[in-house]
């Protein structure tokens, strides 16, 4: 088992899983309350950046070159190695570390494929072999990975072909990477790597990468966990979301608990090769992200439905289409939902393709579509799929919707009635202005809710909760005095006038009809 000596660690502890023969977990020593950080790793044992993401992300501190759509962000240019011209840096620093840490055993590798870039998890399976080679991982991390789970029979019978892909994976990274372990190792250790990873991702839950850390391995699954791992550049905490018994154990999810209970069963039957048996899945499929509109019983049409939406979405994701190619298709399979009459505004996917649609008009710079969409997330969708205020998704989402509403504002402030400007046009910007929206009060608003939240979320010591705070300064700073003045109350007057801007927005944008029990959310109106 990993070592938890030196991990900050004294809040939980390992343990057997009552009732489950030979499966081990991590359990609280101590009652632990929402919003707390349980352990924190400096440094994964393995974090890898995966093909998609290369061009734009540092492969030490995994900053994003085209950072996060924010005010006063700085654009960030990487440097790409030299050596191998595969990964890239943010500077000499992350350069530096990176190549002490892991890269100086991979660069030569990665530059005889040239022009060829290995895939994400032969690239993860290559560098642990060297790590190991080289005595970089603890015996005891090691031994950890040895004694995890492989599954490599059901990954033989599951899929030939993938099976076959996985076999010829591991037998090239025997080679490169010059290991004396014998290809039937490897070929374990590419199983333990893909059945025990978790997805690397950013503060605002972008996936990235991939990443290993034995400790985090330990942490069983629930479909209503009480813990998240929270990414800060390289380090890695583990935070409750929910209140935490003294000897109860510690749950991460390892699918998308929003998903129809069919869907997260399949999921981690095809992923993980279990049947959950969790508290929630107990109920079947008679929770509310199960539910249709009501009078509309399920039906085999509806069921094709969902499947052609998460299809939809699966090929945004997987494919290189640019964003004015992904858009029609994903506009399409979310109108097909809205016109079907059955779909609730937050049952899966809908919302997935809201969250996609998003990211693609961002990158097209309809700002004003982006927005729309943005917003009925924050009052329809969110309240109900992440009740808890303080969970570092729902925070994410408020700061993408606060940085968005900045852009725009910018954007508004720098042209006129009479300006013709083609890309404000496309975006949307124009078309906004019959709402008469106080920018500034409404980031004010929105920065004030997820300012109040964040120690929470991500913990007072992120580099996320630092952005946020210091953006916050910076946006009060810049308001009228009269406005920087204002009481409590006049303040909460002010915000409750914009929120009502804002759902007249939604509504008349989106048709969106809260009788179906999508529930309101009067959003950041308790900060003013």
């Given at each position: 088992?990993?070592?938890?000596?030196?991990?900050?660690?004294?809040?939980?502890?390992?343990?057997?899983?009552?009732?489950?023969?030979?499966?081990?977990?991590?359990?609280?020593?101590?009652?632990?309350?929402?919003?707390?950080?349980?352990?924190?790793?400096?440094?994964?044992?393995?974090?890898?950046?995966?093909?998609?993401?290369?061009?734009?992300t540092c492969d030490r501190c995994f900053v994003e070159e085209i950072a996060t759509l924010g005010p006063n962000t700085e654009v960030i240019r990487l440097k790409t190695c030299q050596g191998c011209r595969v990964v890239r840096y943010c500077g000499k620093t992350c350069q530096e570390q990176a190549w002490k840490a892991h890269h100086k055993h991979e660069c030569r590798?990665?530059?005889?494929?040239?022009?060829?870039?290995?895939?994400?998890?032969?690239?993860?399976?290559?560098?642990?072999?060297k790590l190991h080679q080289k005595g970089q991982i603890t015996e005891a991390d090691w031994a950890a990975v040895l004694q995890s789970q492989s599954h490599r029979e059901d990954f033989?019978?599951?899929?030939?072909?993938?099976?076959?892909?996985?076999?010829?994976?591991?037998?090239?990274?025997?080679?490169?990477?010059?290991?004396?372990l014998s290809v039937d190792e490897v070929i374990d250790l590419c199983c333990k790597i893909i059945v025990n990873s978790m997805t690397l991702m950013t503060s605002l839950f972008d996936p990235i990468g991939l990443c290993m850390e034995p400790t985090i391995s330990l942490i069983n699954h629930s479909c209503a966990p009480n813990a998240t791992v929270i990414f800060d550049r390289q380090r890695l905490a583990l935070r409750s979301v929910e209140p935490v018994a003294q000897g109860h154990e510690i749950t991460l999810t390892y699918v998308d608990t929003t998903d129809p209970y069919p869907r997260r069963q399949r999921d981690l039957r095809d992923r993980y090769f279990f049947a959950?048996?969790?508290?929630?899945?107990?109920?079947?499929?008679?929770?509310?992200?199960d539910h249709f509109l009501p009078g509309r019983p399920p039906s085999p049409a509806l069921f094709a439905l969902e499947e052609q939406g998460y299809a939809a979405y699966d090929a945004a994701e997987n494919n290189s289409a640019t964003a004015s190619q992904a858009i029609p298709a994903l506009e399409e399979a979310a109108n097909a939902l809205r016109r079907s009459a059955a779909w609730p505004l937050d049952r899966q996917p809908w919302p997935g393709l809201r969250a996609i649609l998003v990211v693609k008009y961002l990158a097209a710079q309809r700002w004003g579509d982006a927005l729309k969409h943005l917003l009925v997330a924050y009052f329809h969708i969110d309240p109900l799929q992440v009740p808890r205020p303080s969970h570092p998704v729902r925070v994410g989402h408020l700061w993408r919707l606060a940085c968005l509403v900045h852009l725009i504002g910018n954007l508004a402030r720098t042209t006129t009635e009479t300006t013709t400007s083609h890309t404000l046009d496309a975006g949307g910007v124009h078309?906004?202005?019959?709402?008469?929206?106080?920018?500034?009060?409404?980031?004010?608003?929105?920065?004030?809710?997820?300012?109040?939240?964040?120690?929470?979320?991500?913990?007072?010591?992120?580099?996320?909760?630092?952005?946020?705070?210091?953006?916050?300064?910076?946006?009060?700073?810049?308001?009228?005095?009269?406005?920087?003045?204002?009481?409590?109350?006049?303040?909460?007057?002010?915000?409750?006038?914009?929120?009502?801007?804002?759902?007249?927005?939604?509504?008349?944008?989106?048709?969106?009809?809260?009788?179906?029990?999508?529930?309101?959310?009067?959003?950041?109106?308790?900060?003013?």
């Amino acid at each position: 088992m990993p070592s938890l000596e030196g991990r900050q660690d004294s809040k939980v502890y390992q343990a057997p899983c009552e009732g489950v023969p030979g499966q081990r977990g991590l359990f609280a020593a101590v009652a632990i309350p929402p919003g707390s950080e349980i352990l924190s790793i400096a440094c994964p044992m393995l974090q890898v950046v995966d093909s998609a993401h290369l061009v734009n992300t540092c492969d030490r501190c995994f900053v994003e070159e085209i950072a996060t759509l924010g005010p006063n962000t700085e654009v960030i240019r990487l440097k790409t190695c030299q050596g191998c011209r595969v990964v890239r840096y943010c500077g000499k620093t992350c350069q530096e570390q990176a190549w002490k840490a892991h890269h100086k055993h991979e660069c030569r590798i990665f530059a005889r494929l040239q022009p060829r870039i290995l895939p994400t998890p032969a690239r993860a399976l290559v560098r642990l072999l060297k790590l190991h080679q080289k005595g970089q991982i603890t015996e005891a991390d090691w031994a950890a990975v040895l004694q995890s789970q492989s599954h490599r029979e059901d990954f033989k019978a599951m899929d030939p072909v993938r099976w076959q892909d996985m076999c010829l994976m591991s037998q090239g990274a025997a080679a490169y990477s010059g290991t004396r372990l014998s290809v039937d190792e490897v070929i374990d250790l590419c199983c333990k790597i893909i059945v025990n990873s978790m997805t690397l991702m950013t503060s605002l839950f972008d996936p990235i990468g991939l990443c290993m850390e034995p400790t985090i391995s330990l942490i069983n699954h629930s479909c209503a966990p009480n813990a998240t791992v929270i990414f800060d550049r390289q380090r890695l905490a583990l935070r409750s979301v929910e209140p935490v018994a003294q000897g109860h154990e510690i749950t991460l999810t390892y699918v998308d608990t929003t998903d129809p209970y069919p869907r997260r069963q399949r999921d981690l039957r095809d992923r993980y090769f279990f049947a959950c048996a969790c508290a929630k899945c107990q109920h079947g499929p008679t929770l509310r992200e199960d539910h249709f509109l009501p009078g509309r019983p399920p039906s085999p049409a509806l069921f094709a439905l969902e499947e052609q939406g998460y299809a939809a979405y699966d090929a945004a994701e997987n494919n290189s289409a640019t964003a004015s190619q992904a858009i029609p298709a994903l506009e399409e399979a979310a109108n097909a939902l809205r016109r079907s009459a059955a779909w609730p505004l937050d049952r899966q996917p809908w919302p997935g393709l809201r969250a996609i649609l998003v990211v693609k008009y961002l990158a097209a710079q309809r700002w004003g579509d982006a927005l729309k969409h943005l917003l009925v997330a924050y009052f329809h969708i969110d309240p109900l799929q992440v009740p808890r205020p303080s969970h570092p998704v729902r925070v994410g989402h408020l700061w993408r919707l606060a940085c968005l509403v900045h852009l725009i504002g910018n954007l508004a402030r720098t042209t006129t009635e009479t300006t013709t400007s083609h890309t404000l046009d496309a975006g949307g910007v124009h078309a906004l202005r019959k709402y008469n929206l106080d920018y500034k009060m409404i980031v004010w608003g929105l920065l004030c809710e997820a300012d109040s939240n964040v120690d929470a979320s991500h913990g007072a010591d992120s580099h996320f909760a630092r952005m946020l705070h210091a953006l916050r300064s910076r946006v009060v700073a810049k308001m009228p005095p009269e406005v920087r003045s204002l009481a409590p109350p006049a303040a909460g007057r002010r915000l409750a006038a914009e929120w009502t801007k804002l759902r007249a927005l939604v509504d008349e944008a989106d048709g969106t009809d809260t009788a179906d029990g999508a529930g309101v959310h009067s959003g950041g109106m308790d900060d003013g």
